[in-house]
């Protein structure tokens, strides 16, 4: 376990951990400057390995790990998904949608693959090593507000804004 305490200053969100538990991604927001960073840990020690300055203007909202820990995927409130090495914080690339639907949500696949719901009710596959898109997938349900795949990867839901939810078999 590891604490920095009400006093140190900061306030944390948006964690996000690695599936063998080794590895934690969290924005950390620092309440005297006002600087939000990206802070990769180690999940037992609490040890930062990495830091990925945030930009003011574009917050991250939503962080995720590849399912092997190599990879951290930030999403901020846009069309494009960052991605970066998960050792080192160094930038990899981008997933970049079209159009001006905003990305409103992100999840791993088991097996690597990143799905990203939008604001047009649309789900992207992405191949995360190359940053390059699969799949898309619309069941012209609406608005999207998350996307999840199953432990074992079987299966994955979407979720609107106005409470529908579509399961698909992966």
Do not use: E, M
């Given at each position: 376990d590891w604490f920095e305490g009400p006093d140190g200053g900061s306030w944390f969100k948006i964690p996000a951990i690695s599936a063998e538990g080794s590895t934690l991604a969290v924005a950390r927001r620092d309440c005297s400057t006002g600087r939000e960073t990206v802070e990769i840990r180690d999940a037992?020690?609490?040890e930062v390995r990495a830091q990925i300055r945030s930009d003011p203007a574009d917050p991250a909202c939503q962080l995720a790990l590849s399912a092997d820990g190599s990879r951290l995927f930030?999403?901020?409130n846009g069309r494009a998904v960052r991605v970066h090495d998960a050792s080192t914080g160094a930038p990899l690339g981008e997933?970049?949608?079209?159009g001006r639907p905003y990305v409103t949500a992100v999840a791993v696949h088991p097996r690597g693959p990143v799905a990203c719901a939008r604001t047009d009710g649309t789900v992207t596959l992405?191949?995360?090593e190359a940053c390059q898109p699969l799949q898309v997938l619309d069941w012209k349900a609406?608005?999207?507000a998350?996307?999840?795949f199953s432990p074992d990867g079987s299966l994955a839901a979407a979720g609107t804004q106005d409470g529908k939810v579509v399961v698909w078999d992966v």
């Open positions: 037992a020690t609490g930030v999403r901020p997933l970049v949608h079209p992405w191949d995360a609406g608005r999207l998350s996307v999840a």
